[in-house]
């Protein structure tokens, strides 16, 4: 829909602006950032800027502070997941220089795009409910990088996603792209689909599930288009197997 398209909802989005001085203490910010951000919790005025960041989403702005101090790099932005309140932000963060070309403060800069990527509703939380204001907004398209560029993968078209680190690969039938959200933040927003955690390190797209594989004790999952099969840790195989309709462990193919 032409209300829906990137460009749109871009042009119509605040910009949040937080200023850092050179110590990373944060000295001011927008009124949208006051908005979109936990201020009243977590009063950052004259702290540091990671103490404002859940722990998780810390690293990933060291990370952006550490590049913006890199004079030849120009590094892309990033997406994280901020989880008080529950928003996709798109990131990024430029250093200030004054007369003599000294480091005086960085600029962090946010673009709100959870409406871009994410869907209207919530998913309908399995056993044990939870309270609709804890729900988490369902991704329906994955942000990652790729060129110095922000790509929107849709979730149905990823066969599977591999996690590295703190960040993760999505992989579709045109390769795989970096992502900054970890698979525990891509899981917990893709479980309304048809994605199920098999592993700490993998996270399956079971419409694309062609074979179980007993090996030696240890169960693997074949996925279309896909030339090698994804572990499925043993205290995972239930709830594949239950997912895919297959009674016991023991009913698990060979071929």
């Not at 994410?118 to 204001?133: F, G, N």
């Not at 893709?190 to 390190?201: P, Y």
Request: glycine residues 4%; hydrophobic residues 40%.
């Amino acid at each position: 829909m032409p209300n829906r398209s990137p460009l749109y909802l871009l042009e119509r989005s605040d910009v949040g602006v937080v200023h850092l001085d050179r110590e990373l203490t944060v000295v001011a910010m927008n009124s949208f950032a006051r908005r979109a951000l936990p201020v009243e919790d977590k009063q950052p005025f004259e702290k540091m800027v990671l103490s404002f960041h859940p722990e998780r989403s810390a690293a990933k702005v060291k990370f952006l502070l550490d590049q913006a101090e890199c004079p030849v790099s120009n590094p892309p932005p990033m997406t994280m997941i901020i989880n008080i309140p529950e928003r996709v932000l798109l990131i990024k963060v430029t250093k200030l220089s004054d007369l003599r070309g000294d480091t005086a403060g960085y600029t962090l800069i946010f673009y709100d795009i959870t409406e871009l990527v994410s869907s209207d509703e919530p998913a309908q939380p399995r056993v044990p409910a939870q309270p609709a204001t804890l729900a988490k907004r369902q991704l329906q398209k994955i942000p990652t990088v790729s060129q110095n560029r922000i790509v929107l993968v849709d979730a149905h078209s990823v066969s599977h996603i591999r996690a590295e680190g703190h960040y993760t690969w999505v992989s579709t039938a045109q390769g795989a792209n970096f992502s900054n959200l970890s698979i525990t933040d891509l899981a917990d927003r893709l479980e309304d689909a048809a994605f199920l955690r098999v592993h700490r390190s993998y996270l399956a797209n079971l419409d694309f599930a062609e074979q179980i594989l007993r090996d030696d004790g240890k169960v693997s999952l074949k996925l279309r288009g896909e030339a090698t099969p994804l572990p499925v840790a043993r205290n995972h195989v239930p709830s594949l197997l239950e997912r895919l309709g297959i009674g016991d462990a023991e009913n698990t193919g060979r071929s």
